[in-house]
């Protein structure tokens, strides 16, 4: 018995300390969970990131944690937030810039970069020092590699100031290596798409914004007499901000507004076949090129590529559109007749197509053609009229070709 009394003698303390420990350890969850509730709540993204957190971003092998990194910039924060004696608030304010791009508005304006370009930069070294030259012209080829050779041509009329970019509907790119400039052309490659379809996508005149001009062009021109640098000279001289070059009169043409006039530089308007024009200022007579080798200046260009169908590829019944981009047409649409081109009229781009019921791919591809053609005229004569209605003005007859 003696014994037993003890045992319990000297539990007793050991039991009283456990209890203490417990009720200790209650206490301090509780002054933690009520410190917690109490302390400001911290946005990640309202942190001051110092240029000293640059240095922990490292590889994946650099061994630096997310928690890391958080705790860095909870450290920077807290140290930030006490060095800043003039706030007098601690909510940062808010930023909202309406005038800002869709989507930009909680930016400040300063940082802003609405336009990119198609330069390609460095991996190292300052980015200052990147580009030894900006090219101000873009020149843009829908291509195959059966002409490759026809291309090459072509592009050696182009000097420097032009950045070369390629569109591959076949899918094959590699080939093209063997040419020096194609190492420092910018190739896209999308399997058996038109050049409409790739500038739709690719074209977009916040990222083409720094060419005054834009070259989109077929694969299977003639350029034998052809310069684009004097090109441009005229172009600018005449006041154009839509054109093509004239078209060697004995091959490949559709309409007489593209056939080169030898007698001077520049043409605006031409007599067609009899019933075709209503109107001597407007297609096919004049306010019109055709969409084989459009050049474009960057504002004619905003406003087509706006004007572009995502699901119309073939471009028919663009080029009878047009002049909605400018103002006026019929002065600033023309044909260059001083830097000609030949039409070679490959169908390679047609061979892409589907043999179906009996038919040739070309066949099908034609026929889609045609049929784009009716739907864009459809779309833009019922876009105009809803226009002319809410604005409470009678639709005209007709304001298509």
Known sequence: MAKLANVIGRSSPRSNEGMR????????????????????????????????????????????????????AWASANHHKKNSSDSTSEEIPKIYVPTNPKGAERLPPGIVVSETDLYPRRLWGDPSEDLASEPRYLVTFTVGISQKANIDAAVKKFSDKFTIMLFHYDGRTTEWDEFEWS??????????????WYAKRFLHPDVV?????IFIWDEDLGVQHFNAEAYIELVRKHGLEISQ???EPDKGLTWQMTKRQGDQEVHKVTEERPGWCTDPHLPPCAAFVEIMATVFSKDAWRCVWHMIQNDLVHGWGLDFALRKCVEPAHDKIGVVDAQWIVHQAVPSLGNQGNAANGKAPWEGVRARCRKEWGIFQTRLADAEKAYYLSQGITPPNSTLV
Not at 38 to 53: A, C, E, G, Q
Not at 183 to 196: D, E, M
């Open 21 to 72: 420990l417990v009720f200790s350890a209650v206490v301090g969850v509780m002054l933690g969970y009520l410190f917690g509730v109490s302390f400001p709540t911290v946005n990640i993204t309202k942190l001051h990131f110092p240029s000293s957190i640059i240095s922990y971003i490292e590889d994946r092998n650099s061994g630096i944690t997310t928690q890391t990194l958080l705790n860095h």
């Open 183 to 196: 190492k420092r052309a910018i190739h896209v490659s999308v399997r058996k798409q038109t050049k409409w």
């Open 209 to 213: 914004a720094r060419y005054d001009y």
């Open 245 to 247: 070059p004239g078209l």
